[in-house]
């Protein structure tokens, strides 16, 4: 799948992007507690996509790094469509910005 072809709603998300920018961290009160959850931006030659990085996610990846995401999901939020890699996701670096 393609960025482009991401809309709100979609589960079962597959795609391949590279990390163009990661936001602060921040903590945030979840239905599961509290998180620490950080705004990256993931994209491709198709356009580009916020991803929502939780916990241990945030520190797994780097800007420049080229990533797989497997079983995401899409959420609107504030007008905008969004990706997340839930607990039922994966991310795997396909390859690292030196």
């Known amino acids: 799948m393609k960025i482009n072809q991401i809309k709100s709603g979609m589960s079962g998300i ?6 163009t920018e ?8 979840t ?6 959850v950080a705004k ?3 994209e491709d030659e198709t356009g580009k ?9 945030i520190n797994m990846v780097k800007i420049g790094d080229v990533i797989k995401i497997e079983n995401g999901f899409s959420k609107e ?7 997340n890699v839930g607990s039922k996701g ?3 670096i396909i390859s690292e910005d030196k």
């Open 49 to 57: 996509i916020p991803l929502n990085l939780w916990r241990d996610q």
């Open 22 to 29: 990661i936001g602060e961290k921040r903590l945030v009160s």
């Open 77 to 83: 939020f504030r007008g905008q469509t969004e990706l």
């Open 40 to 42: 990256a931006v993931l």
């Open 14 to 19: 597959n795609v391949t992007g590279k990390i």
């Open 31 to 36: 239905r599961f507690g509290d998180a620490f």
């Open 90 to 92: 994966k991310i795997t």
